[in-house]
Structures are given as structure tokens and as C-alpha cells.
């Protein structure tokens, strides 16, 4: 089992709808999860960070965590054409000290 | 506040040849990292610092990668003899402290390295 799956898309989503990005973590002793944006020949950008079950929210952007699921999602809202890009997931190793492991992102498409 | 600045920003060299990297992190980030991040994978950690040690080089391949942040500040990533499969984006992150779970990281620009 890889330790953290994404679904690669590309997802295709309407200007204005919400995009649903979601991700699942094998390591039950991880303890923080990070949602990194990454446009193409960029480097990941941090856009959410969160560490305890629920929701989190900030601006267009949500982010859900259930731990006993093992399963953290990224809503945006309202989404817009410059919210196309790779969508990394990163959760912390478990025992570690900080050290994160990436999924292998999902790629957005929000067509105008 | 300024980011983290990475340089070169390209390289492009020959297998067997040697190449450094060098990457300077958000000015009071304790904790920095180097990322290998190959064509449509996630960032890999390569290797782990805490000011001026090593926290965690599990994944580095020490016979041919070498990294070192000798004052606590900048760091620099050397390989030597460059393969093929070494081709990659190599990014450098920074954040603010170690913490058992894990604080906020913050990428570099990254160097593209091409190895012909």
C-alpha cells in the first residue's frame, strides 16, 4: 500500500464549482496534514495545513481531516481558471521529526 | 520576508560529472530540507538539518550524494558522479523549527538538473 494515494485526474471542473481533492494516508501515527499547489515548472506552494479532525477553512479553500478514516480532502470553492495546477497532499511520518511524505498530486482543470 | 532562494536555477551536465546546488532558507528557519522531485512524482526527502546536523539522510544515496549546512544558515547539495536517473527537479525547504508533528515547510524556486 503506497503511504499516501491520490487520484492523479486530470480533474475537470466548471469555473465557479467546487473542486473536490481528496487523499488517504497509510501511517496511523502521522499528525499533520499539508496541502502544497503546484503549477507547472513551479515548486510546491503551501495552501492548507491542518492537524486535528474537521474542517478547517480559509478563504475559497477547506480542508477536511478524519483520522480514522485516514482520509484528508481540499475543497476550493468558487473555483477559477488560475486555481488549474498539481495538487499535492504531504502527511507527516509518523516517529519522525517533521519529515513529510507526498502523494503524487492531482491535477486540476477548471475550464472558463 | 523573503523566501527561500535556491541557485542555480537550471544545470545541465554530462553523467559522471559532478554538479552542487546551493540553497539559502527563510531567515530564522532552523530546520531545512532537500527534495529530489522527479517528472510527475511528489517531492522526495532526500535529506533532514537541524541548524547545523543532520536529523535524517535515510533516503540520500551517500555514494554519490553529499549535503552539508555548516554554519546553521545555507546549505549545499553535491552529486558526485551524476547518473542519468539523477534527473530531476531538486527543491529546498525550510520551516520554522522541529516539532514531533511536523510544521509548515516552505519550498525554494528549485533547480532542474538534466542529466545528459
Known amino acids: 500500500q503506497k503511504e499516501v494515494e491520490q487520484n492523479s485526474g486530470p480533474l475537470s471542473v466548471p469555473e465557479g464549482a467546487i473542486a473536490s481533492l481528496n487523499c488517504t494516508y497509510s501511517?496511523?501515527?502521522?499528525?499533520?496534514f499539508f496541502w502544497y499547489r503546484q503549477y507547472s515548472g513551479k515548486s510546491p506552494e503551501l495552501i492548507m495545513f491542518?492537524?486535528?479532525?474537521g474542517d478547517k477553512e480559509d478563504g475559497r479553500f477547506t480542508a477536511q481531516l478524519n483520522k480514522a478514516s485516514q482520509y484528508v480532502s481540499l475543497l476550493i470553492r468558487d473555483s477559477q481558471p488560475s486555481d488549474s495546477a498539481t495538487y499535492l497532499c504531504?502527511?507527516?511520518?509518523?516517529?519522525?521529526?517533521?519529515?513529510?511524505?507526498f502523494g503524487k498530486g492531482t491535477k486540476l482543470s477548471v475550464k472558463p | 520576508e523573503a523566501g527561500v532562494a535556491q541557485s542555480p536555477r537550471y544545470k545541465i551536465i554530462e553523467k559522471r560529472q559532478s554538479v552542487a546546488f546551493w540553497c539559502n532558507p527563510i531567515s530564522g528557519h532552523a530546520t531545512l530540507y532537500w527534495y529530489q522531485q522527479i517528472l510527475g512524482q511528489g517531492p522526495k526527502l532526500l535529506i533532514q538539518?537541524?541548524?547545523?546536523?543532520?536529523?535524517?539522510d535515510s533516503q540520500l544515496p551517500k555514494d554519490r550524494f553529499s549535503a552539508e549546512r555548516l554554519k546553521g544558515v545555507d546549505s549545499t547539495l553535491k552529486i558526485q558522479p551524476a547518473k542519468l536517473e539523477d534527473s530531476a527537479v531538486y527543491l529546498c525547504?525550510?520551516?520554522?523549527?522541529?516539532?514531533?508533528?511536523?510544521?509548515?515547510?516552505?519550498f525554494g524556486p528549485g533547480t532542474r538538473l538534466t542529466v545528459l
Open positions: 501511517d496511523r501515527g502521522s499528525q499533520s
Open positions: 491542518i492537524y486535528s479532525n
Open positions: 538539518f537541524q541548524n547545523n546536523g543532520v536529523v535524517d
Open positions: 504531504a502527511v507527516n511520518k509518523g516517529g519522525s521529526q517533521g519529515n513529510l511524505i
Open positions: 525547504a525550510s520551516s520554522l523549527d522541529l516539532t514531533a508533528a511536523g510544521l509548515p515547510q516552505y
